[in-house]
T-cell receptor, first 115, second 111 residues
């Protein structure tokens, strides 16, 4: 089974802090994604990566950055956390190529609260 | 850009059928997906359908696609309390690996 793990289920940070959210997948997937989920807005793509050291902006990248130094790990960084970044953050991965290219596998999510 | 819309809430009685609807705008959508999110968990892929199909059945789940109207539905037969969750539809053009998700429909199953 594909397994996507996220470093924390719950996180509480203060405004202005630097926050790191880590995601690890164990299926050698090329593609990795970070979303945030807010009630009534569904999932919105923050950043994604097709390969190591590659990154692309999603629909709402402002206030976030990412790092992918190893294939299995994709980190989301909030340089200076703000209260409007309080949300559920979901990481996903998918393989490259073939029929199942777009089937994404999700981690359990990190609920971040910024005070 | 692409847009995917769903109603936010649906309530059904245990044993009845549930029908969750989704509309999308991208005419180049190649794959359409249904994901389920149980409380406190990430999203789990339920089923998918290619745009050249109009129906797919998988045990209690039936997916119907009306490509002309850009309308996708998920029917759950004999709905159980364990089906209570948020259901997301998503679409992809099949080339960029990016999915566009709907807002999610919260399904509540009552006794």
């Amino acid at each position: 089974d594909v397994k996507v793990t996220q470093s924390s289920r719950y996180l509480v940070k203060r405004t202005g802090e630097k926050v790191f959210l880590e995601c690890v997948q164990d299926m050698d997937h090329e593609n990795m994604f970070w979303y945030r989920q807010d009630p009534g807005l569904g999932l919105r793509l923050i950043y994604f990566s097709y390969d190591v050291k590659m990154k692309e902006k999603g629909d709402i990248p402002e206030g976030y950055s990412v790092s992918r130094e190893k294939k299995e790990r994709f980190s989301l960084i909030l340089e200076s956390a703000s209260t409007n970044q309080t949300s559920m953050y979901l990481c996903a991965s998918s393989p490259a190529g073939g029929v199942y290219t777009d089937t994404q596998y999700f981690g359990p999510g990190t609920r971040l609260t910024v005070l | 850009g692409e847009d995917v819309e769903q109603s936010l809430f649906l309530s059904v009685r245990e044993g009845d059928s549930s029908v969750i609807n989704c509309t999308y705008t991208d005419s180049s959508s190649t794959y359409l997906y249904w994901y389920k999110q149980e409380p406190g968990a990430g999203l789990q892929l339920l089923t998918y359908i290619f745009s050249n199909m109009d129906m797919k059945q998988d045990q209690r789940l039936t997916v119907l696609l009306n490509k002309k109207d850009k309308h996708l539905s998920l029917r759950i037969a004999d709905t159980q309390t364990g089906d209570s969750a948020i259901y997301f539809c998503a679409e992809s053009p099949g080339t960029a690996s990016k999915l566009t998700f709907g807002t999610g429909t919260r399904l509540q199953v009552t006794l």
